[in-house]
């Protein structure tokens, strides 16, 4: 009988030791209502990198929303297509927030002065979108270089969600 009731002691504490662990490890931010609809926002920063400071750099923010399907394409299993026919000149935005920013490089080289330039207005940009509650969650950075000479493209992309009002 006290072995029975030692074993059922060691179990409640078992049972309420892992509750109180779990909850310490669960927070209020980690639980999200499952009806919660998010709507996002992408900020994209184009950095040229071309000697000689003839590239072109900016920050695309605030576009215009764009219905996908109008330039989707479903593929069917017996082959045939279900194609939109809108060209590319009839679902191009026209329609967005353009900030320019400054080159890596100008006639003297390249230009630490731009690139801290270009981090300020960046920051200014990130903390204006916080300061309207969207939540930053991802960064995407890549590089292109269309040649073998010193020139190439730098692209961030900021992806942004909000609880949709």
């Not at 209020?28 to 009806?35: C, G, P, R």
């Not at 590239?55 to 069917?76: C, E, F, H």
């Amino acid at each position: 009988m006290k072995t029975q009731i030692k074993g059922i002691g060691i179990g409640i504490f078992t049972v309420v030791g892992f509750t109180v662990l779990l909850m310490g490890f669960t927070s209020q931010e980690n639980i999200k209502n499952s009806n919660d609809v998010y709507e996002f926002e992408i900020v994209s920063v184009v950095e040229s990198l071309i000697p000689g400071g003839s590239g072109r750099s900016r920050m695309i923010s605030k576009t215009q929303n764009v219905d996908y399907l109008q330039s989707t394409t479903v593929r069917l299993n017996d082959g045939k297509k279900l194609k939109k026919d809108k060209s590319r000149s009839e679902i191009r935005t026209k329609t967005f927030e353009e900030t320019k920013i400054l080159n890596f490089y100008n006639i003297g080289g390249i230009r630490f002065e731009n690139i801290a330039t270009n981090d300020g207005i960046v920051k200014s940009k990130l903390n204006e979108m916080s300061e309207q509650g969207w939540e930053l969650i991802n960064i995407a950075a890549g590089v292109e270089s269309a040649d073998e000479v010193s020139t190439a493209i730098f692209i961030t992309r900021y992806y942004f969600k909000r609880i949709k009002p």
